[in-house]
């Protein structure tokens, strides 16, 4: 029995009011409108939440886990995003959030952004040693690694096979937690603090391996309030972890590429943009360009649906830390050498393609389906109103051969064809009127 796809929202149809702003947003027309109830297409799915962020009545969930999840582990490790440090005041130093992640119920806190710095220390060696083919791009953003899946498969090589910082993060967590309190990698688990719900997506299918080092995810926006509460009990400063180096810079479009060959590196953000840069790079444009670091949200992750503070805030917020304590490195560059050598970093299996399904697996019935399709278009108004529930008339044509829809549902079509009725029963009266008033007026004769 095949396994259903995971995706990484769910729609609360109860809730729903069918007003169609999840529908015109998304970018891949995923969302279809059918009886004021929104559905999902997962086949089509990115998981770049823009849905949930525009939906105003909240009936799209992302789906992250809950803190009842990790109570069959014995010992838990919060692993929070870059981003979770920009959250708060600016007097809060990274250091005081990770004690206040302990103060919540968590055994332990691990900054990533360390391990953020050590990947990009990877990335430049990954680029001065290995031929292939150019540009690399980045594999970090679980949108833009889903958008290739999908819409440019010819571009999975071109994805560069260094591991992601959360998942090293994890790794180390768990293995020094494993020598130090003399537990299996089972009995710990490791959770990341997130700020969007497509990392859920990196947990459960991660990229190029079998399983990952994190059990889970919880939303920034979830544990916000108790963080807020805890810090006020962090009162002995000189036990708080000093946080530093080039990594809090991840949060932001740029963070990546900051320490790396700037002239040979480009930093993107936003999915339109982005897929603009995929399409060049599939043309055999950008060939002079080393590595491109792709951010689905417009300001990087720091603009994740699942954040608390405006994401241009958050974004100063990022260069202050970054002024204030990514000066001093946290990592010893040789020492990352030495294990890029040792491929520390490197993930070894290979990346498959979700090419979205053709219209019919036999490919003489697949071109009759296309030609059917093009006939309804050719009659569809192409305004993409949006009434019968699809984004756009092409998504609609495309419907109504897959037996999704039916042509009536098109408010344009089903007018043409009552105006076409209606003259052709005026035609008829007209017909038999003049049949009944010329035998009349013979009578009369």
């Given at each position: 029995m095949m396994e259903e796809e995971f995706r990484s929202i769910r729609i609360e149809k109860e809730i729903c009011h069918g007003c169609m702003s999840c529908m015109r947003i998304c970018p891949t027309h995923a969302i279809r409108v059918h009886s004021n109830k929104a559905s999902l297409?997962?086949?089509?799915?990115?998981?770049?939440?823009?849905?949930?962020?525009?939906?105003?009545?909240?009936?799209?969930?992302?789906?992250?886990?809950?803190?009842?999840?990790?109570?069959?582990?014995?010992?838990?490790?919060?692993?929070?995003?870059?981003?979770?440090?920009?959250?708060?005041?600016?007097?809060?130093q990274p250091g005081i959030l990770l004690e206040a992640l302990k103060k919540i119920g968590f055994d332990d806190a691990y900054d990533v952004a360390c391990s953020s710095e050590a990947v990009s220390i990877a990335l430049q060696e990954y680029l001065d040693s290995n031929e292939g083919p150019r540009p690399l791009i980045s594999p970090y953003c679980p949108t833009i690694l889903r958008l290739?899946?999908?819409?440019?498969?010819?571009?999975?090589e071109n994805l560069i096979p260094i591991e992601s910082p959360m998942e090293i993060a994890a790794r180390e967590a768990k293995r020094k937690k494993m020598q130090e309190l003399g537990l299996s990698e089972k009995e710990i688990g490791a959770i990341y603090i997130t700020p969007c719900p497509a990392k859920m997506i990196s947990i459960l299918s991660p990229p190029r391996k079998k399983h990952?080092?994190?059990?889970?995810?919880?939303?920034?926006?979830?544990?916000?309030?108790?963080?807020?509460?805890?810090?006020?009990?962090?009162?002995?400063?000189?036990?708080?972890?000093?946080?530093?180096?080039?990594?809090?810079?991840?949060?932001?479009v740029g963070g990546q590429v900051a320490s790396l060959k700037a002239e040979e590196c480009i930093a993107i953000g936003g999915i339109n943009d982005c897929i603009r840069i995929l399409?060049?790079?599939?043309?055999?444009?950008?060939r002079d360009i080393q590595y491109i670091e792709c951010h689905s949200c417009p300001n990087a992750c720091v603009g994740g649906s699942l954040t608390i503070e405006n994401q241009y805030i958050a974004r100063g917020k990022v260069l202050k830390i970054v002024e204030k304590y990514g000066s001093q490195p946290c990592q010893e560059r040789e020492y990352i050498r030495e294990l890029y050598?040792?491929?520390?970093?490197?993930?070894?299996?290979?990346?498959?393609?979700?090419?979205?399904k053709p219209l019919d697996d036999d490919i003489s019935k697949a071109i009759q389906k296309m030609k059917q399709k093009q006939k309804i278009l050719d009659m569809l108004p192409k305004i993409d109103c949006g009434i019968c529930g699809a984004p756009t008339c092409e998504t609609f044509?495309?419907?109504?051969?897959?037996?999704l829809t039916c042509a009536d549902e098109c408010i344009i079509l089903t007018v043409k064809k009552f105006e076409s009725m209606s003259g052709n029963l005026f035609e008829t009266a007209q017909k038999h009127s003049r049949k009944i008033k010329s035998r009349w007026e013979d009578e009369k004769k």
């Amino acid at each position: 029995m095949m396994e259903e796809e995971f995706r990484s929202i769910r729609i609360e149809k109860e809730i729903c009011h069918g007003c169609m702003s999840c529908m015109r947003i998304c970018p891949t027309h995923a969302i279809r409108v059918h009886s004021n109830k929104a559905s999902l297409i997962k086949e089509l799915c990115i998981d770049c939440g823009e849905c949930v962020r525009t939906c105003e009545y909240k009936a799209i969930l992302p789906l992250t886990s809950s803190f009842s999840e990790f109570s069959k582990f014995k010992y838990t490790i919060a692993l929070p995003s870059p981003v979770f440090y920009s959250q708060f005041g600016k007097e809060i130093q990274p250091g005081i959030l990770l004690e206040a992640l302990k103060k919540i119920g968590f055994d332990d806190a691990y900054d990533v952004a360390c391990s953020s710095e050590a990947v990009s220390i990877a990335l430049q060696e990954y680029l001065d040693s290995n031929e292939g083919p150019r540009p690399l791009i980045s594999p970090y953003c679980p949108t833009i690694l889903r958008l290739i899946q999908v819409r440019y498969p010819n571009l999975l090589e071109n994805l560069i096979p260094i591991e992601s910082p959360m998942e090293i993060a994890a790794r180390e967590a768990k293995r020094k937690k494993m020598q130090e309190l003399g537990l299996s990698e089972k009995e710990i688990g490791a959770i990341y603090i997130t700020p969007c719900p497509a990392k859920m997506i990196s947990i459960l299918s991660p990229p190029r391996k079998k399983h990952s080092f994190l059990d889970g995810t919880i939303a920034i926006s979830e544990i916000y309030p108790s963080i807020l509460q805890a810090i006020p009990q962090i009162t002995t400063k000189n036990d708080v972890k000093e946080v530093r180096g080039l990594g809090l810079g991840w949060p932001i479009v740029g963070g990546q590429v900051a320490s790396l060959k700037a002239e040979e590196c480009i930093a993107i953000g936003g999915i339109n943009d982005c897929i603009r840069i995929l399409e060049d790079i599939e043309n055999g444009k950008l060939r002079d360009i080393q590595y491109i670091e792709c951010h689905s949200c417009p300001n990087a992750c720091v603009g994740g649906s699942l954040t608390i503070e405006n994401q241009y805030i958050a974004r100063g917020k990022v260069l202050k830390i970054v002024e204030k304590y990514g000066s001093q490195p946290c990592q010893e560059r040789e020492y990352i050498r030495e294990l890029y050598r040792r491929n520390f970093f490197s993930q070894l299996g290979k990346i498959s393609a979700s090419p979205i399904k053709p219209l019919d697996d036999d490919i003489s019935k697949a071109i009759q389906k296309m030609k059917q399709k093009q006939k309804i278009l050719d009659m569809l108004p192409k305004i993409d109103c949006g009434i019968c529930g699809a984004p756009t008339c092409e998504t609609f044509a495309d419907d109504v051969i897959k037996g999704l829809t039916c042509a009536d549902e098109c408010i344009i079509l089903t007018v043409k064809k009552f105006e076409s009725m209606s003259g052709n029963l005026f035609e008829t009266a007209q017909k038999h009127s003049r049949k009944i008033k010329s035998r009349w007026e013979d009578e009369k004769k």
